[in-house]
């Protein structure tokens, strides 16, 4: 089993409230109210929380298991019982907040991932293929300014906007309906999967996930992700903070002839190569100021990638979407594929059949059910 299953499993499509914290459905319950042994990370809102564990395994690449050691066996309950290496992590978490305290007046600098970098034990060596300039991305964290000689972030979208219709056929598809398959990590078989979007902003994806439904919607202005209880202790949830902005983000990619006001505050481009494709990359932000990055296809103008972040106590994770295998629907181009991955997973989404134009009932986009 490979270290990433346990933790898509876990974690499903995205964490939230636990099984029978009914009330959980419009205010996230503090890390404490909802599990059994919490000391280092009180206060902490549970979706959070579980954002948290994820964060430790990503950043030590390892699985849940390293840590609890019960998984499988004791179920949730195993996760309460502590061990030496969740005892070392606490002292890890107090450590991180103690030197960036003291050191650092407070800010989240220090974090797993800046000792850790994907390893249990740290480094005490040097990284020759870093040093030596084999990089595995190409292009600054924060993209800051227009790289010299590149276009400004208004002429690559122009030019996207262009490439996938131009405005007035983005204008004339209103709504649409689509089916087609999940392949969730560690899965062997493909599920059917649901989208319904609205203009200007509704959103929802509804997933077979082999053990009941995962929902995922946007509204408008609220978002919800509805998860089986059997993948996640926190089944239902009121998406917040960086996640439901990234939510609104999507709704709105969903109609892209409004991109340029789904983000403020664009910067780049600057180019950069992604495998053998070469790409302008460009930045904005979302409410909170939160970084999104935006990958376009040099020749054909087309968005393959977006990097957005969610927000944990302890460091940023991140979500990317690659896509691909873009096709005309209403005489607007859109990505049949696309492979989604965060902090606890990988999916791989393949539209067979896309509606342009059907009336959606509103009722889609409204609170899943518990
Ligand atoms: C690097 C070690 C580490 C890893 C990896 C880790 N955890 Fe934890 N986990 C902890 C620590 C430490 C606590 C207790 C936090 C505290 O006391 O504030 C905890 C507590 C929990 C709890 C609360 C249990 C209770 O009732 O008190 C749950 C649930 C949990 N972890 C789930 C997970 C899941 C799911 C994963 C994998 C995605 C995971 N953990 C990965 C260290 C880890
Ligand atoms: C300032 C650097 C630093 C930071 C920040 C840091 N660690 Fe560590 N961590 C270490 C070092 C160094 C060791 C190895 C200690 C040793 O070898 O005795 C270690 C060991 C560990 C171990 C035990 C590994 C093993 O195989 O026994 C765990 C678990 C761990 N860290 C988790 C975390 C988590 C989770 C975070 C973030 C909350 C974190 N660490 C942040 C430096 C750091």
Redesign the pocket.
């Known amino acids: 089993m490979t270290r990433g299953f346990l933790t898509a499993v876990i974690l499903g499509l995205s964490v939230i409230g636990i099984a029978g914290q009914q009330a959980a459905a419009d205010r996230v319950p503090l890390a404490e109210q909802v599990f059994k042994n919490i000391q280092v990370m009180q206060g902490v809102p549970a979706d959070q929380f579980m954002g ?1 564990m994820g ?2 395994s990503n ?2 690449s ?1 699985n849940c298991t ?2 609890h050691l019960g998984e499988g066996g004791g179920g949730w309950a195993e996760y309460a019982r502590d061990n ?3 005892i ?2 606490r002292r ?2 107090s ?2 907040n103690e ?1 960036n305290k003291t050191y650092f007046g407070g800010r989240r600098v ?7 970098n994907g390893a ?3 480094r005490v060596t040097s990284n020759m293929s870093v040093y030596y300039g084999i990089p595995d991305t190409d292009e600054p964290d924060q993209i800051l300014k227009q790289a010299p000689g590149s276009p400004s972030a208004e002429q690559v979208l122009d030019k996207y906007i262009a490439a996938i219709g131009g405005a007035q056929r983005l204008a004339a598809l209103t709504s649409w309906a689509a089916r087609g398959t999940h392949l969730a990590y560690g899965d062997a078989e493909k599920r059917p999967l649901q989208i319904f979007a609205r203009a200007p902003v509704q959103r929802v994806q509804i997933e077979d996930t082999g053990s009941g439904t995962a929902t995922i919607v946007y509204d408008g202005k609220a978002g919800w992700s509805a998860v089986p209880d059997a993948i996640t202790p926190l089944p239902l949830r009121p998406l917040t903070g960086a996640e439901l902005e990234g939510a609104r983000l999507d709704a709105a990619l969903a109609f892209p002839g409004q991109i340029k006001t789904a983000l403020t505050g664009w910067r780049g481009a600057i180019p950069a190569t992604m495998g053998d494709l070469d790409v302008y990359v460009i930045q904005g932000a979302m409410a909170g100021n939160v970084p999104v990055k935006l990958y376009f296809d040099f020749e054909t103008g087309l968005l393959v990638r977006q990097i957005r972040h969610t927000e944990t106590p ?2 940023r994770n991140t979500w990317q979407i690659d896509y691909s295998d873009y096709k005309e629907v209403a005489g607007v181009k859109m990505p049949f594929k696309w492979t989604f991955m965060w902090q606890s997973g990988k999916d791989e989404v393949e539209l067979t059949d896309v509606q342009p134009n059907v009336p959606v009932d509103a009722a889609r986009f409204a609170r899943p059910p518990q």
């Not at 220090?110 to 850790?116: A, E, L, R």
Request: with cysteine; aromatic share 6%; glycine share 4%.
């Open positions: 948290t964060y430790m950043s030590l390892v390293y840590c030496d290496k969740k070392t992590a890890m978490i450590m991180m030197i220090v974090t797993c991932v800046s000792c850790h249990n034990r740290p302890i460091g």
